[in-house]
């Protein structure tokens, strides 16, 4: 089985600008999670979506959002950048997203907000 | 609020040694817990996981922790270190045992030949 892929890797924006990041779950996983990792904050939650429907959110602004689709595919978009969001942002799959079950992590998408 | 403390930023050992991260959690439910190791420019991989029974876990290359709920601890340990095995490694407590996962701040092994 192909594994989480997250696209792009990297990217580079403008403050004040969006951005809008992809994760493709490992086949027949249902739930994605994103997280943010940064060297003074670590890896915090972000979000976790299952057949559509966000289950549970962090402690994160508005401007950062999500989605899935219908195959599980997730996005997430952060609007108004801001140089703290520069950060490695992964996501995760699982089939059902139940803790017992294991989150499968992609590489991440590097960002860098200048 | 659950949280997790990793007790090191980093960790140096040589080649062959004994490696010994610590982790200490605190939640007011029983918890599941969680290693993790990330390699550079790579995402997170499960060494091993504890939810019930055993409370020493055995993971993948050889890495092991035992859950010890008196310490609030869930130190991670492998007898003898590869050069391979230098990686950040993250303790993770999932919150009130749902699919979210707290996480420590890592610690970052070093290897010495």
């Known amino acids: 089985k192909a594994g989480v892929t997250q696209t792009p890797r990297y990217l580079i924006k403008t403050r004040g600008q969006q951005v809008t990041l992809s994760c493709s779950p490992i086949?027949?996983?249902?739930?994605v999670s994103w997280y943010q990792q940064t060297p003074g904050q670590g890896l915090q939650f972000l979000f976790e979506y299952f057949s559509e429907t966000q289950r549970n959110k962090g402690n994160f602004p508005g401007r950062f959002s999500g989605r899935q689709f219908s195959n599980s595919r997730s996005e997430m978009n952060v609007s108004t950048l801001e140089l703290g969001d520069s950060a490695l942002y992964l996501c995760a799959s699982s089939d059902t997203g139940e803790p017992l079950h294991e989150q499968y992590f992609g590489p991440g998408t590097r960002l860098t907000v200048t | 609020a659950q949280s997790v403390t990793q007790l090191g930023s980093h960790v140096s050992v040589s080649e062959g040694a004994l490696v010994l991260l610590r982790c200490n959690y605190s939640s007011s439910v029983p918890p599941y817990l969680f290693w993790y190791v990330q390699y550079p420019n790579q995402g997170l991989q499960l060494l091993l996981k504890y939810t019930t029974g055993a409370t020493l876990v055995k993971g993948i290359n050889g890495f092991e922790a035992e859950f010890k709920k008196s310490e609030t601890s869930f130190h991670l340990t492998k007898p003898s270190a590869h050069m391979s095995d230098a990686a950040e490694y993250f303790c993770?407590?999932?919150?009130?045992?749902?699919?979210?996962?707290?996480f420590g701040s890592g610690t970052r092994l070093l290897v010495r030949p």
């Open positions: 993770a407590v999932s919150e009130n045992r749902s699919y979210k996962l707290i």
């Open positions: 086949s027949g996983h249902r739930s």
